[in-house]
């Protein structure tokens, strides 16, 4: 399995970056899918994550109501993220996952295929 993230940059404190990560799995309808984030000296925290078929979604209260997760059956996810905040300065890591509740989405531990991370740098 590997996963590619696309998208990361340097952006403006207020600004918009959408983030893309494909996958390569025979079975990708099946999993969840997850956007994970790590700032320097601190731990990875869950982002965002979506169900099977796009059926349920989840997200960190500190970024509710600016950032959008989504998925198309092409094996791709995205993350929108917009009202971008200069502590939203992190490497973003996209992760595939199975759970059997929305309530495992936030867990790390329930995420076993990583991809590599993409830079998200906001300014203020």
């Known amino acids: 399995v590997q996963l590619q993230a696309f998208g990361g940059g340097l952006v403006q404190a207020g600004g918009s970056l959408s983030l893309s990560c494909a996958a390569s799995?025979?079975?990708?309808?099946?999993?969840?899918m997850g956007w994970f984030r790590q700032a320097p000296g601190k731990e990875r925290e869950f982002v965002a994550a979506i169900g099977r078929r796009g059926g349920s979604t989840a997200y960190a209260d500190s970024v509710k109501g600016r950032f959008t997760i989504s998925r198309d059956n092409d094996r791709t996810v995205y993350l929108r993220m917009n009202s971008l905040k200069s502590e939203d300065t992190a490497v973003y890591f996209c992760?595939?996952?199975?759970?059997?509740?929305?309530?495992?989405?936030?867990?790390?531990?329930?995420?076993?295929?990583w991809g590599q991370g993409t830079q998200v740098t906001v300014s203020s």
């Open positions: 799995i025979r079975t990708f309808s099946i999993h969840i």
């Open positions: 992760a595939i996952g199975r759970a059997t509740s929305s309530d495992e989405y936030y867990t790390r531990e329930r995420y076993n295929y």
